[in-house]
């Protein structure tokens, strides 16, 4: 064997044997290189009609429904405002105003706020009343095959107490998209000398309240300062909801409200949360309040279903 093939054996010789020394590791090969992220397929996009046609006004048990001559029907379901307390002329002249394409169910229940507390405490009343305004959009010939869609409750004065026995229940509320509530928001005292309105038997209230600001939900309020003499005004329970909420009212966007009369006293507008307050101390500025729905509370309905 020659010089240089006995010099070339030796290496080979040593590298074998350093690389079986103890401690001395092959070199780890690189990673693969990454997988390219995968695009999430596009959102489904939804199928929005709006369907015109004849106004429609019908009786459906003891509701008055009203089929707007143009009604929105997204992917075959049209959407309905149920409104407590208020002639049907007043839901109508509203929803026109705020170019609301929904189905209107008005319910009344006669004076004061205990026919409207106990209109649902009966089993399978609220499902009822659901049942017979689907009964009548379909006999109505508006909706052809279309069903049931989101729900909004809607409710001026002493009409509030049947949007809180819909949402006192857990299941009933999370099947509610939007409350509004016009100069309606009240409870008792929980302590009347210190002027403390007890706010336990508005807890449903309060839940719909936080998924509001969270964008859940949609809750609009209106109230004026009418007293009350017995109970908390609605202004007295409206400051006590937020202050439990923690949320800052803000001074009035304009100078006089949407009524001739009105002056705005502060706003709240905080994700779907909104809330308007104003002067008035009269039975005639409580009245207006119902009379402005179609000013304020119904276009924030409107502009939320409006998205899809």
Known sequence: MGRLQRASAVLVALAAGALAEPGCKEPTPPPPPPTPEAHPPPAPKHVVERRAGAAVR???????????PELRVVDGRWDLLIHFHGGPQNQESSVTRANLAAVVASVNLGVGSDPYGGAFRAKGSWEKLLAEVEQAVATSGRAPNGRLGRVA?????????????VIDDEERRRAIDAVVVADGLFTSWADR????????????????????????KLL??????VPTFTYPTVEETT?????????????PSVTVGPQKGMIPTYEVHQSSFHVWGYEGDKQGDHIAQIRVMGDLLYPLVEKRWARD
């Open 220 to 225: 609009g309020l209106t109230h004026a300062r």
């Open 58 to 68: 019908t009786m459906a048990g003891s509701v008055h429904v009203y089929v707007p």
């Open 153 to 165: 409750l809607s409710a001026w004065s002493a009409g509030f107490a049947s949007v809180k026995g």
């Open 193 to 216: 000398e210190k002027k403390t309105p007890n706010m336990k038997p508005l807890d449903s209230l309060l839940a719909y309240a936080q998924a509001a600001l969270r964008g859940e």
């Open 239 to 251: 400051t006590e909801l937020l202050s439990i909420l923690r949320v800052t009212r803000a001074p």
